[in-house]
């Protein structure tokens, strides 16, 4: 039992790395697409923003589609399915082919996204939750380095296509291990289905929209803060390669040892709690990136990126433990307004980069930053929720909740 749930550990935090090995794979080599497919840099940006406008329009719709289906099944399906559009823009002919596929990057990615999340929301319970969640985090942690990382170094020394097509076998292999090592979840208890009115007004409630709303906000700052960092270093004094570029992300490794110390520490403690010290890491390093020094920089974008890979973990974690009735579509939802954020924060500071360059910006991203912990303090206050009705084996139901595991210890929780 013990050996099952480790190696469920191991396969979500690659279904971390999976879900966002390609998805900001571009983030460090903007500047060779605007070269090499005649585009200004702005344009050549809709390259990240493509894929998460994908996320965003199919994260919604992501649980009615494979709801039906076993969870394992769809998530060994959908990582193994993310190398083909990897593949294919290796070979595109013309910068829009090169989006096409982007575009359907984005839209396979929250399939893996929302049945992970779900995956864990079904399997544990309580304070697991967010450290299993937080294990998951520290997973696409490791993913969005590798991607920016290998992009850059490959596109160096041999070229972007060639970063497409590593980038597509490592999904590959990344896809054959969570295979191997995911096991099936228990069979759900069976349960009174709430009515749908009930299950909409779920998804709307103030709770969950603060959740909404911190998700758009942290990954905005991130986006915004990793793509123009980038065209910010790239130019004098510092004027960076795209090597040394894909080597910055490193400070994303920051966050793969502190999440899931966080997550840990934090099982018996509110997510806000958590949200708090996020906001206040990101707006120390988006400070310091202000302050001329190469050194400094690059550890107030690790101060940065930890900050975002923690408020990301306290949000998912509190979206699963908040919606009891659509939990699968109260993490959809969670997801479009993240990724939305992602592509707000590719385009809107552009129009700032222009007129007010790097300082601008960071003025727009500590803004965001506040703005998340603004949202989290006066929403993610505790309510009440109506307790589920569970059935027995003859199908009669009991007023009692239904049986949950012990949130206190790393158990599995098998019917």
């Not at 076993?70 to 082919?97: D, K, M, N």
């Not at 160096?156 to 191997?180: H, N, P």
């Not at 703005?371 to 199908?395: E, F, H």
Request: contains cysteine; hydrophobic residues 50%; proline residues 5%.
């Amino acid at each position: 039992m013990n050996s099952r749930l480790h190696c469920a550990r191991i396969a979500l935090f690659l279904c971390g790395c999976a879900a966002f090995l390609n998805l900001y794979a571009t983030q460090s080599i903007l500047q060779e697409f605007a070269q090499g497919f005649q585009v200004s840099v702005r344009e050549a940006g809709w390259s990240i923003t493509v894929t998460t406008l994908g996320v965003a329009i199919t994260a919604p719709f992501v649980s009615r589609f494979t709801g039906r289906f076993e969870q394992r099944s769809v998530i060994v399906g959908a990582s193994l399915l993310l190398a083909l559009p990897a593949v294919l823009a290796a070979y595109a002919g013309s910068f829009t082919e090169l989006l096409v596929w982007r575009f359907a990057e984005g839209m396979l990615i929250p399939v893996v996204f929302a049945t992970s999340v779900a995956y864990i929301g079904d399997r544990w319970s309580g304070g697991s939750v967010t450290e299993v969640t937080s294990l998951y985090v520290a997973g696409t942690v490791l993913g969005g380095f590798a991607g920016r990382f290998v992009t850059g170094v490959v596109t160096e020394y041999a070229g972007w296509r060639e970063a497409f097509e590593l980038l597509a076998a490592a999904s590959l292999l990344i896809g054959v291990a969570i295979g191997v090592l995911l096991p099936p979840n228990p069979r759900p208890l069976t349960k009174v289905a709430p009515s749908r009115l009930l299950a909409v007004r779920e998804l709307y409630s103030k709770r969950l929209l603060a959740a909404y709303g911190v998700g758009f906000c942290v990954l905005f700052s991130q986006v915004a803060t990793f793509t123009y960092a980038g065209l910010y270093l790239s130019q004098a004094p510092f004027e960076l390669g795209t090597a040394a570029l894909g080597a910055i992300y490193a400070v994303f490794l920051l966050a793969l040892v502190v999440i899931p110390i966080a997550g840990r520490l934090s099982k018996s403690r509110p997510q806000s709690e958590l949200l708090v010290g996020a906001a206040l890491l990101g707006v120390c390093g988006s400070a310091l990136t202000l302050l001329p020094s190469l050194w400094l920089i690059v550890l107030g974008l690790a101060l940065s990126s930890t900050g975002v890979f923690l408020a990301q973990a306290a949000a998912n974690s509190f979206t699963t433990a908040t919606a009891r009735h659509n939990k699968a579509g109260a993490v959809g939802l969670y997801l479009t307004c993240y990724y939305l954020g992602g592509s707000f924060g590719a385009v809107v500071p552009a129009m700032i980069w222009s007129r007010f360059g790097w300082p601008g910006c960071v003025a727009l991203i500590i803004g965001f930053q506040l703005l998340s912990l603004m949202i989290a303090v006066s929403g993610w206050k505790p309510g009440t929720t109506a307790t589920p009705v569970a059935r027995d084996a003859n199908g009669r139901g009991s007023t009692g909740p239904i049986p949950q595991p012990d949130s206190s210890s790393n158990k599995e929780y098998v019917r």
